[in-house]
């Protein structure tokens, strides 16, 4: 016997990292020459769960998602997934990182479903897989009727659940999804819950900011951000 500790699932006993994992290794945060807004973090988001993100308004939480999918470099440390340390969005996308963003970043000039199909084909999907994804996720969120209404015509919780159906919709091997239950009632909210879970059920890696206590109880681990610094309120 050797005495090493044992491993603690079977994939690293494979020694193999599952894909999807993304690792922010003591990770410095800062706009241009502003102070850093996080230092010192440091989180892995596992393929199969779902992590929230919390804190005040401020804490940082867009800033570290942002970080998360390529938008913004750290100062110091790196952002990888799958070991492979990003580069820019461009190569987070190719890595199959998809972010919801809290602005939702929808084209106000075209249609729920135009919306959805163009994020689709943008990352390889054909015409027959942009339109079967994009019914299937407006379905999901509820938005059937919706689909062809320009996204100025829709509410702003109809527009974040648009966001949402398109990020669903890019079947991403890990989900970052930043403040997007914010417009929502509690029927709606519950529903968006429901498929972040999916999401990692069918095996991503699934990132929620939120800073409502009861939808970041709802999720596997709870990493907080507060003064600069990401501590675990629930490992
Ligand atoms: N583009 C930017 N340039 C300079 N500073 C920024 C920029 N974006 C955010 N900040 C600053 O970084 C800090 C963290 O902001 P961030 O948006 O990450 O917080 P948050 O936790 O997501 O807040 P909220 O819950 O209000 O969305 C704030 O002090 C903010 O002013």
């Not at 020459?33 to 199969?48: C, K, Y």
């Not at 163009?118 to 015409?127: H, I, N």
């Not at 970041?216 to 507060?226: G, S």
């Amino acid at each position: 016997m050797s005495g090493a500790a044992p491993p603690v699932n079977s994939t690293e006993a494979e020694g193999e990292t599952m894909k999807g994992t993304l690792t922010v290794e003591d990770a410095e945060l800062r706009y241009g020459d502003g102070d850093p807004v996080l230092s010192g973090v440091t989180v892995t988001a596992r393929p199969g769960e779902v992590l929230a993100v919390t804190g005040t308004s401020g804490a940082g939480k867009t800033t570290l998602l942002n970080a998360m999918a390529g938008v913004l470099q750290p100062r110091a440390g790196s952002v990888a997934v799958d070991g492979t340390p990003l580069t820019g969005r461009d190569h987070a996308v190719s890595l199959k990182v998809v972010l919801i963003p809290q602005e939702n970043g929808l084209a106000a000039i075209l249609t729920a479903a135009e919306n959805i199909s163009v994020a689709v084909l943008a990352t390889g999907g054909t015409p027959a897989d942009a339109r079967r994804r994009t019914a299937e996720s407006l379905e999901a969120l509820g938005l059937s009727g919706q689909a062809n209404q320009l996204i100025d015509e829709l509410s702003g919780g109809q527009q974040q659940r648009t966001a949402l159906a398109r990020g669903l919709a890019l079947h991403g091997d890990v989900v970052l999804a930043d403040e997007v239950t914010s417009e929502l009632d509690a029927a709606n909210r519950q529903r968006v819950l429901d498929l972040l879970r999916a999401e990692a059920a069918r095996g991503a890696a699934v990132v929620f900011a939120t800073h409502d206590p009861e939808a970041a109880a709802a999720c596997d681990r709870e990493l907080h951000l507060a003064d600069g610094a990401a501590t675990w309120a629930r490992p």
